[in-house]
């Protein structure tokens, strides 16, 4: 039986600083995710964006649940919460004022991209187990949604791509 600090149910062990950091921060996080993503709802015309974000507003709740859930068992109080925003018909936003689709969708995929390596850090530093299996799980999440922000960017047209390198150099003998 071992009954050192750090062994046994990962639950038990001491959260360290950088881990309360983290799940609080990635609870923050996910507040303002919901926040912004219920804003942009409210401006999507198109239909496959406005499925995505109703996907990624529930994933962001059920971060924020289960962030605040080991928060709360560690005897930490989570960030506050902001209010819910109210639904508002896209056509009610004067069209000057309007997010257009492919301004949301980007942001969408830099959003993602920065949470991957969010997530990724998290899980590099932590010692408690179940945190690291978390931030895994939350990856693994975003992994799959930037996956469908690209196919959507695509075929909806909205993807900017950089400058493609399309010559090949010519080998030179020596």
């Known amino acids: 039986m071992d009954m050192s600090i750090l062994g046994g149910n990962p639950k038990d062990e001491p959260m360290h600083y950088g881990e309360i950091f983290d799940v609080w921060s990635f609870s923050s996080k996910a507040r303002m995710t919901l926040s912004c993503y219920q804003a942009y709802l409210n401006h999507a015309g198109d239909q496959d964006l406005q499925d995505m974000l109703k996907d990624l507003i529930n994933q962001a709740r059920q971060e924020m649940k289960e962030c ?51 997530c990724s850090q998290s899980m590099s530093m932590c010692t408690r187990e179940d945190v690291a299996a978390m931030f895994a799980k939350y990856h693994a999440t975003k992994t799959a949604f930037a996956g469908r922000i690209l196919r959507l960017n695509k075929e909806k047209g909205w993807l900017v791509p950089p400058p493609l390198h399309m010559k090949k150099p010519e080998l030179v003998e020596v």
């Open 68 to 118: 605040d859930k080991i928060l709360l068992d560690n005897g930490l109080a989570p960030p506050p919460t902001l209010p819910e925003r109210p639904e508002v018909k896209a056509e009610d936003i004067p069209v000057g004022a309007r997010f257009a689709d492919q301004e949301i969708a980007m942001h969408l995929a830099a959003d993602l991209s920065m949470s991957l390596v969010a």
